[in-house]
């Protein structure tokens, strides 16, 4: 009889295994099912933008010239999208990024013109600057329990303030080599040599898949050589184009294969579940927000090597325009949920109109106005799957 009873509760245990192996399945097969119809939508979305502002400028958005300089344009926004996306998926949010980049980038700038320091020095210096600067606000979040959001407020204003005063209000331009970091363009056999490699490896990895994994693969594939045939038809691609996609590739494999991105979507899922399961969650705040701030600091390099000055507005608004391609991408303000690859692609929608907008002379006031109603739609789409889900 305890036999009996031992082999019956081993079959319960196994059977409740099962079943919860079986629930998570489902669970991950909706999330999936969801992401796919997200970014299929986006994809959508962003192809009839394309087509409209082909036919409005009589072709002139689809020139290889225009391309090359939305991919250039939409540089930026990409890198502190992406590092946003990992904010957002831990709970958290962060309004300085905007004020942080311009702050740094000045930093940067006047470190390498007035100081005389070496270009290396001048980039390290913005790099590190924002990694402990992005620390100390998550330690005030993490360690004080002071809301991220006004901690961030407060950074965003106390950045714009010190742009002004390293400034003295002056643009300072920086030197020939600074500049290359966000002017140069890869020599076309290099750009041509990068698209086929990694072309060969998604057809690799297609090989490999199934379903949709292989015809997503295939897809990208097409897109890099098509990509790469459209930059080198001008000046080849740009070098910002190839940091964004290096900077996207490392978080992409920090947010999905490291226990530290793991547990920054376990921190926003539930962040109850990832205290009881043992996960630091303060070393993990303060680590993100770290993360943010060092992209910060590579954004602020990028956007003044754009410009071709530091100038005393840089950066501003730049928050907004990250968060909203984050959540355009797919990414939830509850937390959670959110790709890397997706934030790239909200990027490349927020950079589309704000190029289109500007090829067709449209009144400024438009383009805030178009970004908001998408915002808005996006958060709606994501608040919707939500309910339907429960």
């Known amino acids: 009889m305890n036999d009996a009873r031992d082999r019956g509760g081993r079959g319960a245990s196994v059977g409740g295994a099962h079943d919860e192996r079986v629930a998570n399945e489902s669970v991950a097969a909706r999330f999936a099912a969801r992401m796919n119809w997200r970014a299929l939508t986006m994809v959508g979305a962003l192809a009839l933008i394309w087509i409209v502002f082909g036919v409005l400028t009589d072709g002139t958005f689809f020139l290889p010239r225009n391309l090359s300089l939305l991919a250039r344009q939409m540089s930026v926004t990409a890198i502190l999208a992406v590092g946003m996306v990992l904010v957002i998926v831990a709970g958290q949010i962060d309004l300085s990024v905007g004020a942080m980049s311009g702050f740094l980038g000045g930093l940067s700038t006047l470190a390498l013109v007035k100081l005389g320091w070496p270009l290396p020095a001048a980039v390290a210096l913005a790099l590190a600057v924002g990694a402990a600067f992005g620390a100390l606000q998550g330690g005030l979040v993490a360690r004080f329990r002071v809301p991220p959001f006004i901690v961030t407020l407060g950074g965003m204003l106390i950045f714009q303030g010190s742009l002004l005063g390293v400034t003295g209000g002056v643009s300072t331009a920086p030197s020939r080599g600074y500049l290359r970091i966000a002017q140069a ?25 199934r379903g949709l994994t292989r015809v997503r693969d295939i897809v990208l594939a097409a897109v890099a050589l098509g990509s790469a045939a459209v930059m080198n038809a001008y000046e080849g691609i740009p070098f910002p184009v190839l940091l964004v996609l290096v900077i996207a590739l490392l978080l992409a494999l920090v947010a999905g294969r490291t226990p530290f991105g793991k547990h920054l979507y376990a921190i926003g899922g539930n962040r109850d579940a990832a205290f009881y399961a043992g996960i630091p969650i303060g070393r993990h705040i303060v680590g993100v927000f770290s993360l943010m701030g060092l992209l910060c600091g590579m954004a602020g390099v990028v956007l003044t090597a754009r410009v071709g000055a530091a100038t005393v507005d840089a950066g501003r608004m730049m ?64 608040m919707a799957g939500r309910r339907r889900e429960r």
């Open 319 to 382: 928050e907004l325009d990250a968060i909203a391609a984050a959540v355009i991408g797919g990414t939830s303000l509850m937390g959670g949920q959110g790709t890397v690859w997706g934030a790239l692609l909200g990027a490349l929608v927020m950079a589309s109109l704000d190029n289109g907008m500007s090829l067709l002379n449209t009144e400024s006031f438009w383009q805030p106005i178009l970004k908001g109603t998408i915002l808005v739609a996006a958060v709606a789409m994501d």
């Open 185 to 209: 363009y890869l020599p076309a056999w290099l750009g041509w040599t990068a698209a086929l490699l990694v072309a060969a490896l998604l057809l690799v990895h297609a090989a490999r898949a």
